[in-house]
Nanobody
Framework: QVQLVESGGGLVQAGGSLRLSCTAS????????MGWFREAPGKEREFVSA????????GYSDSAKGRFSISRDNAKNTVYLQMNSLKPEDTAVYYC????????????????WGQGTQVTVSS
């Protein structure tokens, strides 16, 4: 059984930064792709960013491109999401997910999900 635990969320002013972390246990982390999604109130969960098992392939949503940066440390079983220049519209619960990398931008591409961490950006 895989467990994913996110941390690093919080309240930040517009223009500020946060770094989210997601630590995995229970499976060989280094062989799986990892993704970050977010879900704002009243909206569907949406793709934010994904990284392949080796870290060589990375993708971002249009809203995240240029402001967010994903990385992973396989020795620590951890994936990170550095979020800069945050905007009020980035307010959401952020989820990390673990999958096989076939459809990294789709929810269906992931087998395991964390419990989420709240990010709130004030204007």
């Amino acid at each position: 059984q895989v467990q994913l635990v996110e941390s690093g969320g919080g309240l930040v002013q517009a223009g500020g930064s946060l770094r989210l972390s997601c630590t995995a246990s229970g499976r060989t982390f280094s062989t799986y792709s990892m993704g970050w999604f977010r879900e704002a109130p009243g909206k569907e969960r949406e793709f934010v960013s994904a990284i392949s098992w080796s870290g060589s392939i990375i993708g971002y949503s249009d809203s995240a491109k240029g402001r967010f940066s994903i990385s992973r440390d396989n020795a620590k079983n951890t994936v990170y999401l550095q979020m800069n220049s945050l905007k009020p519209e980035d307010t959401a619960v952020y989820y990390c997910a673990l999958g096989r990398g076939y459809e990294p931008r789709r929810l269906a591409g992931y087998d395991y999900w964390g419990q989420g961490t709240q990010v709130t950006v004030s204007s």
